[in-house]
Structure formats: structure tokens, C-alpha cells
């Protein structure tokens, strides 16, 4: 019984996600994503609560739970190449395990075009805390007493390395389909982006020296 419930539970998700993503928040109905898990209208205020409940789930829980701030504090202890390794790993790991990961930046992207709110918790709760985690840690590898600019700006460059494996995963899919195409791909582009972070955080470490370009 419990399978049952489960298995229910994301049908519906799945139909919400497909729906949301095609349509939007008030373009998809309740009636539409029930008929196409086939389930009763009640299904969904048993399991999400009502339709806003569902939207929040389908956004939500395809790239697996928020980033836990006590494991970023784990991967902060490592050495540089290991802890950007495990960065990585863990940003990418929805890549792995989840074939819904095109619908869900595709209601991602919608979700900032006609905004409900969830953008702002979106943010919150799992883009801050890694460019926090990002920016200090690349404050501690440069000696700094604060983050100026250009750490923010190499923070973002960083991070955006793996945020385009996402948003053009159709792109990448086309152009060099082997680079997503098993979990082993995917660790070792975590290993991969590792090296190209620690390249780049020596630059500006040269740049900062003088070694390098001075603007």
C-alpha cells in the first residue's frame, strides 16, 4: 500500500512537472495534470495540500534535497582540489539521478519570467549558501581579510562552469553527448571543473602578484 501511495504521489509530480513547465503556474490546471497521472482531483489535496503545494514540490524536489550547510562545512575542511572536487560532485549530482532535469530549468526559467515567489527561496535556500561557500573559500586561498569584487567575480565564473551543464543541457547533449552520458562522466566533469577552478584561481592569484595581467 505504501508503494502504492508512493508510486501515485509521483505520477502526479511528474504530470505537474511536464504541465508547469509547458504552460506555467495559472496556465496548467489541476483537472489537466490529474487526467494525465490518472488520478482524482483529491489526490492532490491528500499528498501536496492544494495546487500551490504541488508547484512547490515539482520545483523543487527533482534536484534533490537543499544544500546542507554542515556538509559544505565538511567539504570547507578538505584542501582546495578535493573540497572543489566535492563541490563539484554534489552540485552535479542531480544530473545523475534525475531524468527530470530539462522540465525542471525549463520551470525554472518560466518561474522568473511569471514569478509566484519561489525564485526568492530558490535562491535562499541553495544559490547563496554555495556562492557563500564559494566566495569565502576562495577569500581564504587568496589571503584576503574580506571578498572584494574580483573574488565575487571569480566566484561566479567558477560556479557558472557547472550552472551551464544545466541550462544547456540540450545543447551539450548535441554538441558532445558523452560528457552526461553516465554517472562516471558526470564524476569525472566534477574532477574535470575541479583542475579548470584551480587553474583559475592561480591566475588570479598571479594577477594579484603582478605576475599576470595587472587590469
Known amino acids: 500500500m505504501e508503494h502504492d501511495a508512493s508510486a501515485a504521489r509521483q505520477r502526479l509530480l511528474d504530470a505537474a512537472l511536464r504541465l508547469f513547465a509547458a504552460r506555467g503556474?495559472?496556465?496548467?490546471t489541476t483537472r489537466e495534470i490529474c487526467d494525465a497521472a490518472g488520478a482524482n482531483l483529491s489526490a492532490i489535496r491528500y499528498y501536496f495540500g492544494d495546487k500551490a503545494g504541488l508547484y512547490r514540490a515539482t520545483f523543487c524536489e527533482p534536484l534533490g534535497e537543499p544544500t546542507?550547510?554542515?556538509?559544505?562545512?565538511?567539504?570547507a575542511a578538505l584542501p582546495l582540489r578535493p573540497a572543489l572536487t566535492a563541490f563539484f560532485r554534489e552540485f552535479l549530482l542531480?544530473?545523475?539521478?534525475?531524468?527530470?532535469v530539462q522540465l525542471v530549468m525549463?520551470?525554472?526559467?518560466?518561474?522568473?519570467?511569471?514569478?509566484?515567489?519561489?525564485?526568492?527561496?530558490?535562491?535562499?535556500?541553495?544559490?547563496?549558501?554555495?556562492?557563500?561557500w564559494m566566495v569565502e573559500r576562495l577569500r581564504t586561498e587568496l589571503g584576503l581579510d574580506a571578498p572584494d569584487t574580483d573574488v565575487q567575480r571569480l566566484a561566479v565564473a567558477v560556479i557558472s562552469m557547472a550552472v551551464h551543464y544545466y541550462v544547456g543541457r540540450?545543447?551539450?547533449?548535441?554538441?558532445?553527448?558523452?560528457?552526461?552520458?553516465?554517472?562516471?562522466?558526470?564524476?569525472?566533469?566534477?574532477?574535470?571543473?575541479?583542475?579548470?577552478?584551480?587553474?583559475?584561481?592561480?591566475?588570479?592569484?598571479l594577477r594579484r602578484k603582478g605576475e599576470g595581467d595587472a587590469h
Open 94 to 100: 542531480p544530473l545523475k539521478h534525475s531524468d527530470a
Open 25 to 28: 503556474y495559472e496556465g496548467a
Open 68 to 75: 546542507d550547510p554542515a556538509r559544505l562545512a565538511d567539504i
Open 170 to 205: 540540450e545543447l551539450i547533449d548535441l554538441l558532445a553527448p558523452d560528457l552526461l552520458a553516465s554517472p562516471e562522466a558526470i564524476d569525472l566533469l566534477a574532477k574535470r571543473l575541479a583542475g579548470y577552478a584551480v587553474s583559475m584561481i592561480e591566475g588570479e592569484r
Open 106 to 132: 525549463k520551470l525554472h526559467f518560466r518561474e522568473m519570467i511569471e514569478p509566484t515567489g519561489l525564485w526568492q527561496d530558490e535562491i535562499d535556500a541553495e544559490i547563496r549558501p554555495q556562492h557563500d
